[in-house]
């Protein structure tokens, strides 16, 4: 196992421990590991241990109100679109190729910010409404 492969499965088993200072976890470092973890692991399983996760970080802050059900699964679920469109060979090919990611407003495109940052979509991931319909 390379030194860079063993480095990412560390800062993985980190997340997954609750282990990562949150004041050194911006959001291109919530991409890049999601990134990571969807290539190691199926959707579904990407996001429960994601989850989890970002939940113990959040704990850990004194701070479990800021973790977003929402926001960690849509933008799993954009990652996870983008990598079966088009798989990329590492992290910085992706996110050259998709920078848009890197801001952190990008679920805009699919939410309205109240409904972002509503107690629901913290509590229960919330599928997008058509944009007539948003809060």
Known sequence: ????????????????EGKI????????????????MLRRHSFAEAAARFARGLRAIAMKAGRPEVYNETITIAFLALIGERLALQPHKDWAQFISENRDL????????????AELTSATARATFMLPRPVTTRV
């Open 1 to 16: 196992m390379s030194a860079l492969v063993l480095e990412v499965e560390n800062e993985l088993r980190a997340l997954e």
């Open 21 to 36: 200072d949150p004041a050194a976890f911006p959001h291109r470092e919530h991409v890049r590991l999601g990134f990571e």
């Open 102 to 113: 890197a801001d952190k407003n990008v679920l805009e495109r699919w939410y309205g910010r």
